[in-house]
């Protein structure tokens, strides 16, 4: 038939079946439809208020953006329910049952869509809000102008890795100039259309604000408060949510008509000729979205070699779908828009997390990995389910593998459905590892039993976490390849050949981690300990299977495997006793020096500082030894490892000025030098003494001078 008669012949079915039923009879049941989809969402809100006033929640509260979020997509759930109940309570005549399934189909797809963007605009929002209280507000350069809070919080909120884009009502305009609106305006990521698309303010770019409670911000230097309002870039976000919902609009209005079409009588080159002219008009608002879409400044060139791509990008999916190629066209589709999806899930549920965890609730990491990669791997199974649709992969064909593309087609789902199970198991391992290995903080800890259980844990857990990456990674990729019909027998057995070879060849390698695994067994030295071995010493700093990590007080790090480590002192166990010599005059009292040492150990007990690390206090341990010069005196404490380098300055210095103001002196190296004349140079002295005399007799004696 031709167009024309398709289209009388469509319009005649039309007219029959209306007149089966009677045009107002007709109109009815089409517009119950809306009336009871409305009326089962106006029941749920319904229902949730009178329980809220029940729980003596007043309307004016403000609600969490979490639960906010989840009453907008139980009302939509409620709304799609609603839809349904016509269908149960009218008997409907063939065409317009399946008309009406059309239009409520559309009707609840759009509706679905809305409130899913908006979820996502209040987590969102609130994930921003959030982010503005969090940081501390930047504080201005010297010789720099001041920068207004909201762009300050705009700039906060870039920070934010999770940041999604804000879609809120419209509030109070604020016009900004386009050089301090860069950052404000980066900040902004469409959520809908994905992360990486651009921003470009224009000269003024207008910034929407809503305000946010006031709240006390920590600076670097003190306390801050911040009172702006949280800048809401709302051109982007509207700008991707209005072409999103076309897009959603547009298809399933055009995908209702074409189902429409068949029970008509149209052919299936006329419904296919529809279909691809109301293609066309996907591509056309696609193309648009892309070319006007806003964009970082400067980005002009490189915006629009993306613009182009993407244009060609759509054109060759629409050929792809023109020319039957369905399996490349979801391909193609799958490529640009699975990662997308992917990441919209992963960063909503980090807003969930950290909204939950600001407000309250105990953040559980297990959950949390439990929930975004259980959504991530439905994701994949749907999409790897419609692309198998799409090929004409069959289930039952599929497990009964009669073909070498039934096959290949269980093969590839089977191993993408055990790489999703492994990703699953090592996420959840990986997260509770680090939840263990976060809850083995020393700062979180105050008992010294406990702290040496969380210092094993933080060896061992990683060492454990490695091990096990690589076993669930082998037995992954072993079922994939068994999956796909290999035989991994002989590879099993080609692998331990090649071990057996390789542990031949690399003893050394061998040895290293043999004696990695009884060093952990015995417990040797842990993460942040100090230990000696041979000609290394240092702090554990971390390990791996072959080797450890030391890093010397001075700073460089030695790498020493396990096998050349030998005999281990460890300097961070238990406690440990720190001596030295002091040495005094011998007419010191020694006695009075005991006591002057004591008084200083109790003062050290005394101090808030050092009571936590002293064991025993310092005193003097008695006379080690009588040196040449000196009594050399043995002092000495007992404290936790690593803490008796501080204590010990501070004693020196208390010693020093105990014995100046005691009149004790510390003893130092001195030589005595002394003369001894013999009695020859004694004997001469005298006789030339008596000489002297001789020659020079006192006056008045008498004595005349010899000649």
């Not at 600076?219 to 702006?228: F, K, L, P």
């Not at 006789?687 to 005349?704: C, F, I, L, N, T």
Request: hydrophobic letters at 50%.
């Amino acid at each position: 038939m031709t167009y024309p008669v398709e289209a009388q012949h469509a319009v005649t079915t039309v007219e029959q079946d209306v007149e089966t039923t009677g045009h107002a009879t007709s109109l009815a049941f089409l517009l119950s439809i809306p009336l009871f989809a409305f009326a089962g969402q106006w029941l749920v809100r319904l229902i949730g208020r009178r329980r809220a006033s029940a729980a003596g929640v007043s309307a004016d509260v403000e609600e969490h953006p979490v639960a906010e979020a989840l009453k907008g997509l139980v009302a939509a759930v409620a709304f799609a329910a609603g839809s349904i109940v016509p269908f149960l309570i009218f008997e409907w005549p063939p065409f317009l049952l399946r008309t009406a399934l059309a239009v409520a189909g559309v009707i609840v797809a759009i509706r679905i869509f809305v409130a899913v963007g908006k979820a996502l605009v209040i987590l969102a929002e609130a994930r921003a809000a959030q982010a503005a209280h969090v940081l501390p507000a930047p504080e201005p350069e010297p010789d720099q102008p001041e920068v207004p809070p909201a762009l300050a919080q705009a700039a906060l909120a870039e920070r934010f890795e999770e940041d999604l884009v804000l879609e809120a009502e419209p509030g109070p305009e604020m016009p900004v100039k386009a050089e301090g609106a860069t950052e404000a305006v980066e900040s902004a990521e469409p959520v809908l259309a994905g992360a990486g698309m651009e921003v470009e303010p224009t000269s003024e770019t207008t910034l929407a604000t809503q305000p946010v409670p006031e709240m006390s911000v920590p600076s670097t230097t003190e306390t801050a408060a911040v009172t702006a309002p949280l800048p809401v870039t709302r051109p982007p976000a509207a700008f991707w949510y209005s072409r999103c919902l076309l897009f959603v609009s547009y298809f399933a209005i055009g995908w209702a008509l074409v189902i429409v079409m068949r029970p008509l009588g149209f052919s299936d080159g006329t419904r296919l000729l529809v279909a691809y002219i109301l293609g066309i008009g996907l591509v056309a608002i696609a193309t648009e979205a892309v070319w006007s879409r806003p964009r970082a400044p400067g980005s002009a060139n490189t915006g629009n070699a993306m613009s182009w791509l993407l244009t060609a990008y759509f054109i060759v999916l629409w050929c792809l779908w023109v020319a039957g190629l369905r399996g490349l066209l979801w391909i193609g589709i799958y490529i640009v828009l699975l990662p997308r999806v992917l990441a919209i899930c992963s960063a909503t549920v980090r807003a969930i997390r950290a909204l939950a965890f600001s407000s309250g609730y105990r953040e559980n990491s297990m959950a949390v990995v439990l929930l975004e990669r259980g959504i991530r791997a439905l994701v994949i199974a749907l999409a790897a389910w419609w692309l198998a649709g799409v090929l004409g992969v069959e289930a039952s064909t599929m497990a009964a593998g009669e073909t070498v593309v039934d096959r290949i087609a269980k093969g590839v789902l089977g191993g993408v459905v055990i790489l999703l199970v492994a990703d699953l198991i090592w996420a959840l391992a990986k997260a509770y590892i680090n939840d263990r290995l976060d809850a083995a903080s020393d700062s979180l800890l105050h008992d010294d039993e406990q702290r040496a259980r969380a210092a094993r844990i933080r060896t061992l857990l990683p060492i454990f976490r490695n091990i096990l990456a690589g076993v669930i990674g082998v037995i992954a990729v072993l079922m994939v390849l068994a999956g796909l019909g290999i035989q991994i027998g002989p590879l099993i057995a080609g692998a331990g050949v090649v071990g057996v070879a390789v542990g031949f060849g690399a003893q050394t390698i061998v040895k290293d981690v043999i004696s990695g695994m009884f060093y952990l067994w015995d417990d040797a030295f842990r993460i942040g300990e100090y230990i000696e071995t041979g000609s290394h010493k240092g702090t554990v700093e971390s390990f791996s299977l072959r080797s450890v990590k030391l890093r010397h007080h001075r700073g460089p790090v030695t790498t020493v495997p396990f096998g050349e480590l030998g005999a281990v002192r460890n300097a961070s166990r238990d406690w440990t006793v720190d001596k030295f010599t002091i040495r005094v005059t011998y007419d010191t009292d020694l006695n009075k020096l005991k006591k002057i040492i004591k008084g200083i150990g109790q003062e050290l007990m005394d101090n808030p500082e050092y009571r936590p690390s002293i064991i025993e206090p310092l005193k003097m341990k008695g006379v080690q030894n009588f040196g040449e010069y000196a009594i050399e005196v043995r002092v000495g404490m007992t404290t936790k490892p690593g803490e008796q380098f501080m204590i010990r300055r501070d004693a020196m210095v208390k010693i020093k000025k105990a014995f100046r103001d005691n009149g004790i002196e510390f003893a130092v190296p001195t030589v005595q030098v002394s003369r001894h004349e013999d009695a020859e140079s004694g004997a001469i002295a005298a006789a030339a003494s008596q000489m002297m005399r001789a020659s020079h007799p006192p006056e008045g004696s008498g004595v005349a001078p010899a000649a």
